[in-house]
């Protein structure tokens, strides 16, 4: 589905899709740095980490991968095609094999591992189906700290199967030096019995005029996330774009304040949007123009209004409270 208002389809009046007038898909492509910049600098090995910082690299994977330098993340996030048939615009994944898709990512990861920093943490999203090869390929390289399921809230009904509603997410370190900020990632939870001590004073909750409420440490059932739709700002046409929330999740527990947050996978660039609203620096690689422009134009946007959806001052809220 092209993001073209020309091309794209009917919007109804309170739909806020975000959209690229066709006038504006030139002035935000060349924003981009594309892969014939990247040639011409790696030929005078002259690629450095500024020249790729806060950047949407234009090109695909396989060829960008080889030009960018060795440990500049400190944050992989990595949104994969998963294992199904699917189209990205003029681009379409198919289905393999169970051997062939592990053959893929372990082809990815190779890449992959040169460009982080001894200390970097790596999430990658998967859907039930190849989470087993998805873990195989981490453990090879990486140490495994957890796997995040997250409710998408979402999905297609099954006449003869449980429907599918949630996705994982592997999270991996380097090595055993990593950040993790578990304070920034607290979920603001309604207190269903708000126990109170001997002296009568609230325990571990405090009371507000809109009910009792504790901040809770966060677990790897992720159950707060809505999935983009039409009447979100945030909302885009691309096929498997991810919530803004649970970029912010990542971000805030696994980097600082200035770290570089990379996606090789970028799509519509929840990753860098998140990364810019959040003050870290960021680069992407997305090889469809039209994709890539969105992104582009979401960075526009986030300098305008830095609000992410379901956090609000410096703590998450459960789903479609806030």
Not at 95 to 109: D, I, M, R, V
Not at 157 to 172: H, L, P
Not at 223 to 245: A, G, L
Request: net charge positive.
């Amino acid at each position: 589905m092209n993001p073209l208002n020309e091309q794209g389809p009917s919007r109804a009046p309170r739909n806020r899709t975000l959209t690229i007038e066709p006038q504006e898909k030139d002035r935000l492509v060349k924003r981009c740095v594309t892969e014939a910049a990247l040639s011409n600098a790696g030929a005078d090995a002259s690629i450095t980490d500024e020249k790729i910082t806060d950047t949407t690299i234009l090109g695909d994977f396989s060829t960008v991968i080889e030009y960018l330098p060795a440990s500049f993340v400190d944050l992989l996030f990595v949104d994969p095609p998963y294992n199904l048939y699917k189209r990205y615009n003029s681009n379409r994944f198919t289905k393999k094999s169970a051997a062939e898709y592990k053959q893929l990512l372990e082809h990815w990861f190779d890449r992959l591992l040169p460009l982080l920093k001894p200390t970097a943490s790596v999430y990658v999203c998967t859907d039930w189906r190849s989470t087993a090869e998805v873990a195989e390929v981490l453990g090879r390289r990486f140490t495994i700290r957890n796997r995040i399921t997250w409710e998408r809230e979402k999905g297609r009904g099954a006449k003869y199967n449980w429907k599918n509603s949630s996705e994982d997410i592997w999270f991996a370190t380097v090595s055993d030096k990593y950040y993790f900020n578990v304070d920034a990632v607290k979920l603001k939870r309604r207190v269903i019995a708000p126990y109170r001590d001997s002296k009568g004073k609230p325990k571990d909750w405090y009371s507000t005029s809109s009910g009792s409420y504790r901040l809770t440490h966060p677990s790897n059932l992720w159950t707060d996330i809505t999935v983009p739709y039409w009447s979100m700002p945030e909302n885009t046409d691309h096929p498997t774009q991810k919530p803004e929330k649970l970029l912010a999740k990542i971000i805030l527990a696994s980097s600082k304040e200035g770290d570089t947050v990379f996606d090789p996978f970028l799509g519509s660039g929840t990753s860098s949007v998140v990364a810019k609203k959040l003050g870290r620096h960021y680069c992407g690689i997305e090889q469809e123009p039209e994709y890539a422009a969105l992104c582009e134009k979401r960075l526009e946007l986030a300098r305008e209004n830095p609000r992410i959806q379901g956090y609000e001052e410096g703590v998450f809220h459960e789903r479609n409270s806030v």
